[in-house]
């Protein structure tokens, strides 16, 4: 064996571990997609039981996504040198604890305490989600990625399904049971992850960690990420705003030199020159950017003018995921055999088309076409997730695993937060805060404002149009990719040279 170089161990293929891996990074999808899509239903209550402010209730989705997209690249690393099992399980673990604190939240702070446990939630929802992608990478030998991929897909796709239905009921009793529910079944995840997880992959021993290049990314991209959510909703001033995101540049282009000169960097950024793993990470992100905000304006379209309740918004969105499920698994499949390109260009085409439709929608759209254009959006996405994924894992060695999975969820993560710090203030900064505390809280709240109405779909409008010519720029991002299948990408990644040779070919 090359020195500094892994090797996968000899388990036995044929010994169920490959779904005993899945079942568990499944049960951790399952469970972190619900709590996000169940917690959109919930967050109504929770702003008048708190008395939270308008500010404070958005951060608990902002806030997560902003955590998990600061610590993914750094937590993959880290996967890369003592190994997945043990830091997916901790995410488990965390995941449970933020649950049961949010939970049990006093309600004279205002939901800050909330938000500050939804964060510590952030934290182990990184650990979950990087570690996963690697786990079942390691897992699936043989070409079969992308099977493995597209049905951990589905556990995400019918977690955003049955969020609503789960927020409807749980919150129906107390808005604390959609954090609280997450309790027995994390106990359990954590147990089955300590019990049945394996490490398939001999990591490379006495390797460093990087603390500079760690210590200036995280605080560069925590920055930047926090000035552009702010753009949204910038109550703490203009001036605050410009100084995170000096100091967020700054942080950024210092990690650039370091990174390269690092023995042991936490991002080896030489990963870009390979051509497919560059520019499967650039569509990942320009399709964050295309579809981030999405889902939270369909949200706010349907309590808003279309005028619906929270749980029959939820519910509402349910084409979207079906299509995402039905698609992913699929997709998954036929990218181990053809590779990623052809199906990620069409589901990047499907997405926007999908896109284009919904920028068309009024009050006054039959809901049966605004499903129809979900499902295209939705099976676009899925035609995009699991082959674009499998090449980037399937492009770099096994003991780069774990740095490849943190990158390509902070490449997306980062995405979602452009798309919304592009998208919100379109759509949400025109409205007056009443107006839309009534359509948060009650649902419809714009039947009496039929000029908040109209400025609110002209920016929905707006959004869906970018977020539409986006989709097309990363159609033909995805199209540039050189078309190689996971298979030959596999069997070429067995030295340095061949991984490098594999990427960079036309």
Request: proline residues 5%.
């Amino acid at each position: 064996m090359r020195p500094g170089h892994s090797i996968e161990s000899v388990t036995d293929p044929t010994d169920g571990y490959e779904w005993v891996a899945l079942s568990v990074t499944t049960l951790g999808a399952l469970l972190a997609t619900i709590q996000s899509s169940a917690l959109l239903i919930a967050l109504p209550d929770m702003l008048v039981q708190l008395r939270a402010s308008f500010l404070t209730i958005m951060w608990l989705l902002l806030g997560y996504l902003l955590i998990t997209t600061t610590f993914v690249p750094v937590i993959g690393r880290l996967a890369d040198m003592i190994g997945r099992k043990r830091l997916y399980n901790a995410g488990f673990a965390i995941f449970t604890i933020g649950s049961l604190l949010a939970g049990l939240a006093r309600p004279e702070l205002h939901g800050l305490d909330v938000l500050a446990f939804r964060m510590l939630q952030g934290i182990g929802g990184a650990l979950l989600i990087t570690n996963s992608t690697a786990i079942v990478t390691d897992a699936f030998r043989g070409g079969r990625v992308g099977l493995g991929l597209g049905v951990n897909q589905i556990a995400a796709a019918a977690g955003f399904v049955l969020g609503p239905v789960v927020g409807g009921l749980l919150t129906a009793i107390s808005w604390r049971w959609v954090f609280l529910v997450n309790v027995p079944l994390g106990i359990f995840g954590t147990l089955w992850g300590i019990r049945r997880l394996r490490e398939p992959v001999r990591l490379p021993s006495h390797q460093h960690f990087d603390w500079p290049g760690s210590l200036t990314f995280t605080l560069g991209l925590g920055c930047f990420l926090m000035a552009l959510s702010l753009i949204a909703f910038p109550s703490w001033g203009w001036d605050v705003i410009r100084a995170l995101f000096v100091v967020g540049i700054v942080c950024l282009l210092a990690f650039i030199p370091i990174e390269l000169h690092a023995a042991h960097p936490m991002m080896n950024l030489r990963l870009f020159r390979h051509r497919l793993f560059g520019l499967a990470n650039l569509s990942a992100c320009l399709n964050g950017i295309a579809r981030g905000a999405v889902l939270f304006l369909l949200i706010f379209f349907l309590q808003g003018p279309y005028g619906k309740d929270p749980l029959t918004a939820g519910l509402m969105m349910a084409p979207f995921g079906l299509a995402f499920m039905l698609i992913g698994p699929i997709s998954g499949y036929l990218s181990d055999h053809h590779g990623a390109r052809g199906l990620g260009t069409i589901g990047l085409l499907a997405s926007a088309l999908g896109l284009g439709g919904l920028a068309l929608v009024t009050d006054q759209t039959p809901f049966w076409q605004i499903a129809l254009w979900m499902a295209i959006m939705g099976g676009g996405s899925g035609f995009f997730n699991s082959p674009n994924t499998n090449a980037i894992m399937s492009s770099v060695r096994p003991e780069q695993r774990g740095s490849a999975a943190g990158i390509r969820t902070m490449l997306g993560n980062t995405g979602q937060m452009l798309s919304i710090a592009i998208a919100f203030p379109l759509v949400l900064a025109r409205i007056p805060e009443d107006v839309m505390m009534k359509v948060f809280i009650y649902g419809g709240g714009m039947g009496q404002d039929p000029l908040a109405r109209m400025i609110f779909l002209n920016g929905l409008h707006e959004a869906f149009l970018i977020s539409g010519v986006v989709s097309l720029i990363a159609a033909l991002v995805s199209a540039l990719q050189p078309d190689v299948s996971p298979r030959a990408m596999l069997a070429a990644v067995s030295s340095p040279e061949g991984s490098q040779e594999a990427c960079a070919s036309p």
